[in-house]
């Protein structure tokens, strides 16, 4: 073999490899997983065996949506779902007080708004647990104890549940979406604004009428981005739940979302649901998503501007 030859064998070599070895990983990691899933949600499952799995058709899917419990996980991650547009319009008030020339410290308060969503979601969802806590470690009910009010218990009445975790969703995400809009502002041909200043337009008309439309696909990929996470909540829910020791989603069932329910049913619950009927709520799930994604796409026609 000449060294020409070695040379073409090495780069190709190479090449199989680099470009082998991402294919391999979403082979192994994605698209086995996805298989597997699809299949599993056709079964009855009560074990961590694939072998021990029963054919049972759409029986899953039928137990699922007959399930009182499903429709409550619905209701409550649409209602999480608020913290989106709530994030959106305070990152963008924020990212707008930001970048305002002459205000000192921007750095400074960028990394307080920012620093909640590096944190672990169950640090922060612990932090909040102590803020709302009935105890004399409760910062709220100390402030209202103080004031001559009584004493609330938060983290145990069902109807406040939701909006402690709205609250929470939206302090540890506001700081992503005023970040990613502070860079859409950034990129804005300032010659632009300064000739709607020169033609007249006040503060309001070009913040509306330019400024908005130049940072609607920034907003757009915020909005399908928020909403597929807020889909998926999950993690904070699990840690609220905790709180009322002796029940599997809170009180009242107060803390149970979709994939909440999802994680239950297949490794709490396995016995009774197991794999199978979680494999099945997985793809309801991703039904939902591909549904609200692709409504998204045909609604931004009508708003978002790529000109």
């Given at each position: 073999?000449?060294?020409?030859?070695?040379?073409?064998?090495?780069?190709?070599?190479?090449?199989?490899?680099?470009?082998?070895?991402?294919?391999?990983?979403?082979?192994?990691?994605?698209?086995?997983?996805?298989?597997?899933?699809?299949?599993?949600?056709?079964?009855?499952?009560?074990?961590?065996?694939?072998?021990?799995?029963?054919?049972?058709?759409?029986?899953?899917?039928?137990?699922?949506?007959?399930?009182?419990?499903?429709?409550?996980?619905?209701?409550?991650?649409?209602?999480?779902?608020?913290?989106?547009?709530?994030?959106?319009?305070?990152?963008?008030?924020?990212?707008?007080?930001?970048?305002?020339?002459r205000?000192?410290?921007?750095?400074?308060?960028?990394?307080?708004?920012?620093?909640?969503?590096?944190?672990?979601?169950?640090?922060?969802?612990?932090?909040?647990?102590?803020?709302?806590?009935?105890?004399e470690?409760?910062?709220?009910?100390?402030?209202?104890?103080?004031?001559?009010?009584?004493?609330?218990?938060?983290?145990?009445?069902?109807?406040?549940?939701?909006?402690?975790?709205?609250?929470?969703?939206?302090?540890?995400?506001?700081?992503?979406?005023?970040?990613?809009?502070?860079?859409?502002?950034?990129?804005?041909?300032?010659?632009?604004?300064?000739?709607?200043?020169?033609?007249?337009?006040?503060?309001?008309?070009?913040?509306?009428?330019?400024?908005?439309?130049?940072?609607?696909?920034?907003?757009?990929?915020?909005?399908?981005?928020?909403?597929?996470?807020?889909?998926?909540?999950?993690?904070?829910?699990?840690?609220?739940?905790?709180?009322?020791?002796?029940?599997?989603y809170?009180?009242?069932?107060?803390?149970?979302?979709?994939?909440f329910?999802?994680?239950q049913?297949?490794?709490?619950?396995?016995?009774?649901?197991?794999?199978?009927?979680?494999?099945?709520?997985?793809?309801?799930?991703?039904?939902?998503?591909?549904?609200?994604?692709?409504?998204?796409?045909?609604l931004?026609k009508?708003?978002?501007?790529?000109?």
């Amino acid at each position: 073999m000449t060294a020409k030859q070695k040379n073409v064998v090495k780069h190709t070599l190479i090449c199989w490899t680099m470009g082998g070895l991402p294919v391999l990983g979403f082979v192994l990691f994605m698209f086995l997983p996805i298989v597997i899933s699809l299949w599993l949600g056709f079964t009855e499952l009560h074990v961590f065996e694939l072998d021990k799995a029963k054919w049972v058709g759409f029986e899953n899917y039928k137990k699922v949506l007959s399930d009182p419990m499903f429709y409550k996980a619905i209701v409550n991650t649409l209602y999480s779902l608020i913290s989106v547009p709530i994030s959106m319009l305070l990152g963008l008030l924020l990212a707008v007080l930001l970048s305002k020339e002459r205000l000192k410290g921007k750095g400074l308060f960028k990394a307080m708004f920012f620093l909640p969503f590096v944190c672990s979601s169950v640090v922060v969802t612990t932090t909040f647990m102590w803020l709302f806590d009935v105890s004399e470690f409760g910062i709220i009910n100390s402030i209202l104890h103080s004031l001559g009010f009584k004493t609330v218990s938060f983290l145990t009445t069902p109807s406040l549940i939701m909006p402690i975790a709205t609250v929470m969703i939206v302090w540890n995400g506001m700081g992503q979406y005023m970040l990613i809009f502070q860079a859409a502002l950034t990129n804005i041909n300032k010659e632009v604004i300064e000739a709607a200043s020169i033609d007249g337009a006040g503060a309001c008309s070009r913040f509306f009428k330019i400024i908005l439309p130049l940072i609607s696909p920034t907003a757009f990929y915020l909005l399908i981005t928020g909403l597929i996470s807020g889909l998926q909540n999950f993690v904070m829910f699990q840690v609220l739940a905790s709180a009322a020791s002796g029940t599997l989603y809170g009180p009242s069932d107060a803390c149970i979302t979709l994939v909440f329910y999802l994680y239950q049913s297949a490794f709490t619950n396995v016995y009774v649901n197991g794999p199978g009927f979680a494999a099945a709520i997985a793809w309801i799930v991703t039904i939902i998503i591909m549904v609200a994604t692709w409504l998204n796409f045909k609604l931004s026609k009508k708003w978002v501007n790529y000109d």
